[in-house]
């Protein structure tokens, strides 16, 4: 069958064949894929500076997609954690991390917004419970998983969003999905520290995309800025566009209630990631929450993975076209 292939993780993938692979065990099933989402996290697979990546090649990138079943079901799927990827005109799926999708859905729709929309939904469900007129802030708002974690923060109850990021084009869409308020990152650090701190010091809950100087900067203003510093902050760290390292002042963790933890494989468990993809299903499937997709065949990987997207946009990757 045809697939993306990484054979040299310097270079994209390669439109080429490979072995169709086989079912193994009494939940897994092959399916005919019928998109697939080039995510961050794909690319991370492929460049192998991913954390959960092997360095084993060649490999098939791609972590989730849109089947059909020999049946005619269609599903969403995400991938089996060993075994090769979804970006192939045929794909394994365990039923028990699938989710069948409602006659009439877009894949193309699902392919592109389940991903990105996963990290914030199962982080603001599964690591901390908004409390009643939360405040939230999303650090790293201007990518496509920072604007879907606005709508999704006012989809689950908060009362006040505010948005922050480095692009400005990006930043200006934020009210429109619902943030209250929008911080620029861009400038100069104590000045991005001081809007921080006027315009988040009271959140209850950051949805961290960035990590590195940007939330080292971050952490400060909006503990110090606090009207009340023994009131909890949930800091969810979900990525590291940023840096994947800061330094952390240990005074700061006494001066303020900080409640530092993760969002991803491994600080939520495979079941409980399952368990929040069907009501995200249902709501982009509904077209609450979705990605402007460009979907382009998957005879055409190599010159999708170099392709630019305009602000709100993710490449699918279509292996009937």
């Not at 040299?8 to 697939?36: C, K, M, N, W, Y």
């Not at 409390?131 to 201007?142: D, F, K, N, W, Y």
């Not at 940007?214 to 566009?241: N, S, V």
Request: hydrophobic share 45%; aromatic share 4%.
């Amino acid at each position: 069958m045809h697939a993306a292939v990484v054979r040299s993780f310097d270079r994209p993938p390669r439109f080429d064949t490979v072995d169709t692979p086989r079912p193994a065990g009494e939940h897994q099933i092959l399916v005919d894929v019928l998109a697939a989402g080039l995510h961050p996290r794909v690319r991370s697979d492929a460049n192998g500076t991913h954390y959960t990546a092997d360095g084993v090649l060649p490999l098939v990138p791609g972590i989730d997609a849109v089947g059909r079943t020999a049946e005619g079901e269609l599903l969403y799927f995400v991938a089996p954690d060993s075994g090769p990827g979804t970006m192939a005109e045929r794909a394994l799926v365990d039923r028990r991390r699938a989710v069948t999708l409602p006659p009439g859905t877009d894949p193309v729709a699902v392919a592109a917004a389940m991903n990105p929309g996963m990290s914030s939904w199962v982080a603001l469900r599964r690591r901390v419970t908004l409390p009643p007129g939360a405040s939230v802030l999303v650090l790293g708002a201007t990518g496509n998983a920072g604007q879907l974690a606005v709508r999704i923060a006012k989809h689950l109850g908060a009362a006040h969003v505010v948005g922050a990021g480095r692009d400005p084009e990006r930043l200006a869409l934020l009210p429109g999905l619902g943030a209250d308020e929008t911080v620029s990152l861009l400038g100069d650090p104590e000045k991005v520290a001081d809007r921080l701190g006027r315009c988040a010091g009271d959140a209850d809950v950051v949805v961290d995309y960035l990590w590195g100087p940007a939330a080292e900067h971050a952490m400060p203003a909006l503990l110090l800025a606090r009207p009340d510093r023994a009131k909890p902050l949930a800091w969810i760290q979900i990525g590291a566009m940023a840096g994947a390292e800061i330094t952390l002042p240990s005074a700061l963790l006494r001066a303020a209630n900080l409640q530092i933890m993760g969002s991803g494989q491994g600080s939520v468990t495979t079941a409980g990631i399952v368990a929040e993809l069907p009501s995200l299903a249902t709501e982009i499937a509904a077209g609450a929450l979705a990605v402007d997709p460009l979907a382009l065949p998957l005879s055409q990987v190599e010159e999708a993975w170099n392709t630019r997207t305009e602000p709100g946009q993710r490449i699918v990757l279509t292996p009937g076209g």
